[in-house]
């Protein structure tokens, strides 16, 4: 039978969680109308989280479990599930339950008054450094000025109606940055607060460097902003070039033409050779992109598949 509900966790050393996970997501999904799946994604875990995984799957068949071949990324891992996924609505939800699982019923109440698209907003979350908030509430509004989507200040905790996942499943880009193409496809969407609690074990995967890399795929993922800024930073090189040129000419001319001395002049050409390597840097990001699409690899392998009648 068909389960009314999927539930999409991807996993990544997230041993310690786990059970607690199942504990309280069981629980919630019990008082929902219809039938449910939980499908937990192994991203490549190094500690026990996949024998964890077997042991709650022979314990309700309820589970099922997609291993990757070897980390891909949380990104991936959302698509990986997404794609088996068969319930009319989908819920995707981190591991560590700061994604509360008592959250849900809200989300389903938005879905069934006529929402395909319903995301988790959150409005406090405890242990957050105050850096943190600042540089996701900058990123966020950096983002909606350089795309022509709208993507909300939420994370990847969201239900989606079946519509929107098969439309969602169509977009096969390798760098993928599933927030922003959930806003892409459109659909009618809103939003539901939460309060996130501390990760229940374990320490958070997202590093500076990873969450950086995560900003940078989403702004040249849905924007070429960058390149016309590059171009623009060019043009206004260039303008003061040519009217540095025009006052030297000017004063040659007037017997006010002094000899420049070499400070100005490593100034000046360190000042272009700086800009030239960043176009020629935004222009590589973008033709790394191309080049990693061109390739056709696919998005994710998959090891092994426990409780799922049909390949991705």
């Avoid at 088996?84 to 560590?96: F, K, N």
């Avoid at 959930?182 to 659909?187: E, K, M, N, Q």
């Avoid at 990760?199 to 960058?226: C, D, E, W």
Wanted: proline residues 5%; positive net charge.
């Amino acid at each position: 039978m068909t389960p009314r509900f999927s539930v999409v966790v991807p996993v990544h050393d997230e041993e310690g969680s786990l059970r607690e996970l199942y504990r309280r997501l069981a629980a919630v999904l019990d008082t929902l109308d219809g039938g449910w799946e939980l499908i937990l994604v192994d991203d490549g875990s190094r500690d026990r989280s996949f024998e964890t995984m077997l042991e709650l799957r022979r314990a309700d068949p309820r589970v099922k479990i997609v291993r990757l071949s070897r980390n891909f990324g949380h990104q991936v891992a959302i698509t990986a599930g997404i794609d088996l996924a068969s319930g009319d609505a989908v819920i995707v939800m981190d591991g560590d339950l700061q994604h509360p699982p008592e959250a849900i019923p809200r989300l389903v109440e938005r879905w069934r008054e006529g929402y395909e698209v319903v995301y988790g907003v959150m409005t406090e979350r405890a242990g957050e450094s105050r850096f943190k908030r600042w540089t996701a509430s900058l990123f966020y509004r950096l983002l909606r000025r350089l795309t022509e989507i709208d993507v909300p200040p939420a994370g990847d905790f969201r239900l989606v109606d079946r519509k929107a996942v098969d439309a969602f499943a169509s977009l096969r880009e390798r760098n993928r940055y599933v927030r922003g193409m959930f806003s892409w496809i459109g659909f009618r969407q809103t939003g539901v607060p939460y309060e996130a609690p501390p990760r229940y074990a374990g320490r958070t995967k997202y590093t500076l460097q990873r969450m950086l890399r995560l900003a940078a795929h989403g702004i040249l993922s849905f924007s070429n902003v960058p390149l016309r800024l590059v171009l623009a930073l060019g043009f206004l090189v260039s303008g003061l070039a040519i009217a540095e040129a025009v006052y030297a000419l000017v004063g040659k001319l007037g017997g006010f033409y002094t000899v420049p001395g070499w400070a100005s002049i490593v100034f000046v050409v360190s000042l272009l050779g700086g800009i030239q390597l960043i176009v020629l840097g935004v222009i590589g990001e973008y033709v790394g992109l191309i080049y990693d699409e061109a390739k056709r690899r696919p998005i994710y392998l998959v090891r092994e598949l426990h409780g799922f009648e049909r390949e991705p």
